[in-house]
């Protein structure tokens, strides 16, 4: 089993920064790539930002330029770089592992919010 708990949310001002965290434990040889998810209120949960073991990355275009996910495999960390914040990056950050048998997003974190308000 994979376990992965995610830190660093909070109420920021448009135009500001947060970094995320996200610390992965347990059966950590099960995981290849991880990511950040968010959920706003009456949307779905989609995809910010993926990063594989090798460092390949992928950002949603609603981010690029200003959010960078970042990998440091010794310590099973992934950060969230968040910067120049709008209030639409409202919404719970989830970190997520992919298991390298099933290549599914089966690890999930239990959700940080994340408020861009004046």
């Known amino acids: 089993q994979v376990h992965v708990v995610e830190s660093g949310g909070g109420l920021v001002q448009p135009g500001g920064s947060l970094r995320l965290s996200c610390v992965a434990s347990?059966?950590?040889?099960?995981?290849?790539?991880m990511g950040w998810y968010r959920q706003a209120p009456g949307k779905p949960r989609a995809l910010v930002a993926a990063i594989t073991s090798g460092g390949g990355t992928n950002n949603a275009d609603s981010v690029k330029g200003r959010f960078t996910i970042s990998r440091d495999n010794a310590k099973n960390l992934v950060y969230l770089q968040m910067n120049s914040l709008k209030p639409e990056d409202t919404a719970v950050y989830y970190c997520a592992a992919e298991d390298n048998v099933t290549t599914k997003y089966d690890y999930w974190g239990q959700g940080t919010q994340v408020t861009v308000s004046s």
């Open positions: 347990g059966s950590i040889w099960r995981i290849n790539e």
